[in-house]
């Protein structure tokens, strides 16, 4: 089959590789319809996750058809049509008892690797560096999925696949990422990033009352989006003191709740920007939390702040003593997809929100380098691209 | 060598009942390295186990380096009933199912048979007896003396605290042979057995709660470099069906005898 492998920074290549097969009685094999590149796929790509190596395959939000099944999976059935979730979790142990999907105790191979690193392994993920598992991902025809009766979700309805894709990661962790808000109506959550995550964010911020949506980003493409999903827009480039701005707004208070949905690669302006990403290019750091400041900063006294961008490492020049002197609550982590997907496929079958309008590109596979670097300039009004496993590659 | 989960420190760290079993699995039998030791596939592991007998017997002859124990203790929590957790690990044909260096486990009665995968593909052997037990708490054994690799082991499944599963305790014990060769083992295999036991109790745990152990061997992937394709050629082969068998067999064979009766090691127990 074909499938997008990672060689190195800024070298993904579309190769010839064997066909996956099953591994584990829970396990199924899915023939990929649709895959799409992922944000978090680009700290991949800029070579900032640990224990990659060459040769992996990549891609963590995918859907398809069931065509090969575990001897122990009871649920699933060749021929069902479904949406993967990006975590692998057991569905058995007391993390997935407790809905906890993405700490799930017995999927990740590495386990010791994580717990190394953090003292404990979280759940494991498709594609995404052998600290979290180094199970092959979706960027490809096929796919191996373990523990096939628990994350794939049956799409039942005849809804073209680019309205359901976004079930398999971003639509639920922006879902999550203002649920963590513990939004009571009024309120005002102010989201950094306007990628596809903070777009899910803003439009279920909205979903769960908030009063006021507040999104800062610099692209105006993105920005324009986030208006169109009810937010009031800030183009942190024109706002030379981003948390007076954001007083301003907020009627001197700050904001309720901040949503970082940026993660370790964020982008500013000023000296503590260009410290960070010298420390990370230097290598003496793998995060860039930029945009985390901002956001401890500029939260109201007693307000949360939600973390669905990803970090790996140690965060220098953290402002703790500003998150403690004004008591707030963090929340984060990879998303517990399995708590979401049902629940936010019916709101779009219902016809409430269409995840697909921040799709801006469609490649075939064979092109999916091509989408990697469009992606990563955000060259061409670039926000979301998605991926056709069986398309004609073009002259890449 | 790793001597931190020595007995001393093992029984400050646990409780009564445990401590009431500690005595068993920590009393040192003597006697040539784990099949732990033996079992790593390099080369290194392959001369040491090609001389491994003999180095042993020489070495505590000659008392180049006083021979020691090695003593590892591992606890996860296993979120299901300690008698079900009891009931697989008590027939010890399980036990290759999740502990990765043995081959295959023969049980008769209170005794059983232990293969090993040894180094380079030769296979380690030994005879073991379940030497106490108590349905739903604990089981502990122990290689019959003379079996060449001299080991004790215990588990212990107490009820989680917090009412959801069980703590699960392995405690296993190595004699290291002791002299120069001791000392190299020492220092090629002081830190594995912890590993080993970890990874083994963390397969375990796995395979009671969500029924198989977690696996990426054998799924595709695009051009390795060459020193990952040799590290992954390293990794040892996995079953790739690791469902859970039935309840243990109690038939003892008539006249069963152990098959290893020769140089003993100090086997006093």
């Not at chain 1, 996956?20 to 396990?27: A, E, G």
Request: proline share 6%.
């Amino acid at each position: 089959m074909k499938a997008l492998c990672w060689y190195g920074k800024h070298d993904v290549r579309v190769e010839t590789v064997p066909d996956p097969v099953i591994l584990n009685s829970h396990d199924c094999i899915v023939k990929i319809t649709r895959t799409a590149i992922c944000g978090s796929d680009l700290h991949l790509y800029d070579g900032y996750i640990p224990t990659m190596e060459q040769g992996d395959i990549l891609g963590h939000e995918f859907m398809g058809e069931i065509v090969e099944v575990g001897p122990e999976v009871k649920q699933r059935k060749v021929g069902d049509r479904v949406v993967v979730p990006f975590t692998i979790a057991c569905g058995n142990c007391f993390y997935c008892k407790q809905q906890l999907w993405s700490l799930c105790d017995n999927s990740n191979p590495n386990a010791a690797i994580a717990e190394a690193l953090y003292g404990y392994s979280g759940s494991a993920l498709f594609g995404y560096s052998h600290i979290y598992g180094g199970y092959a991902g979706g960027q490809a025809q096929y796919v191996r999925v373990p523990f096939a009766d628990v994350g794939p979700l049956k799409i039942e309805s005849d809804l073209p696949d680019d309205k359901v894709l976004f079930l398999s990661d971003i639509f639920p962790t922006g879902y999550m990422a203002a649920e963590n808000c513990d939004i009571k109506d009024g309120d005002v959550v102010c989201v950094w990033g306007c990628g596809p995550v903070g777009q899910f964010a803003i439009r279920s911020a909205k979903m769960l009352g908030a009063g006021k949506v507040i999104a800062i980003d610099r692209i105006p493409e993105r920005l324009k989006l986030a208006q169109e999903g009810g937010a009031e827009i800030v183009n942190y480039e024109h706002a030379p003191d981003l948390i007076e701005t954001l007083k301003e707004l907020t009627g001197g208070r700050g904001p309720d709740a901040c949503i970082d949905a940026v993660g370790m690669e964020s982008h500013g302006h000023g000296i503590d920007w260009y410290s960070d990403r010298a420390k990370q290019m230097l290598g003496v750091s793998f995060d860039r939390p930029f945009a985390l400041r901002q956001c401890i900063q500029s939260c109201r006294k007693g307000g949360v702040v939600s973390i669905p961008g990803v970090y790996g490492g140690f965060l220098d020049n953290f402002p703790f003593g500003a998150a403690f002197g004004k008591g707030l609550t963090f929340r984060m982590g990879q998303t517990h997809m399995m708590r979401y997907m049902k629940k936010l496929l019916d709101h779009v079958e219902r016809g409430e929100i269409d995840p697909s309008v921040i799709i801006t590109h469609r490649l075939p596979l064979q092109n999916a380098p091509d989408g990697y670097s469009t992606f990563l300039k955000k060259q061409d009004n670039c926000i979301k691209v998605v991926l056709d496993p069986w398309g004609e590659g073009g002259n890449a | 060598m790793n001597l931190k989960h020595s007995r001393s420190s093992g029984e400050r760290t646990l409780n009564g009942r445990l401590k009431s079993i500690q005595p068993w699995a920590a009393i040192v039998g003597g006697g040539a390295l784990a099949a732990y030791g033996l079992s790593r596939k390099s080369v290194g592991g392959a001369a040491l186990a090609a001389v491994g007998t003999f180095g042993a017997i020489a070495g505590a002859r000659r008392g180049t380096l006083p021979a020691t124990a090695i003593h590892v203790q591992k606890t996860f929590t296993i979120d299901r009933p300690p008698q079900e957790l009891y009931n697989y690990w008590h027939n010890f044909e399980n036990l290759p199912h999740f502990m990765r260096h043995l081959k295959s486990v023969t049980t008769h009665g209170r005794y059983s048979h232990w293969t090993a995968n040894g180094p380079m593909g030769v296979p380690v052997e030994w005879d073991a007896e379940l030497l106490d037990e108590k349905p739903g708490e604990y089981l502990v054994w122990r290689s019959l003396p003379g079996s060449g690799i001299s080991n004790r082991g215990s588990v212990e499944f107490r009820p989680a605290s917090n009412g959801s599963g069980t703590e699960v305790t392995v405690a296993l014990t190595y004699r290291n042979p002791g002299g120069k060769l001791g000392a190299a083992m020492a220092k090629l295999f002081g830190r594995e057995p912890e590993q080993t036991v970890r990874e083994d109790l963390r397969r375990f745990k796995a395979l009671m709660e969500a029924g198989e152990i977690p696996t990426v061997i054998g799924q595709p992937e695009g051009r390795r470099s060459k020193m990952v394709a040799a590290m992954h050629a390293a990794k040892e082969p996995e079953a790739t069906q690791r469902v859970r068998k039935g309840p243990r067999k109690e038939t003892t064979p008539a006249g069963f005898q152990p098959k290893y009766t020769g140089t003993q090691f100090g086997g006093a127990r």
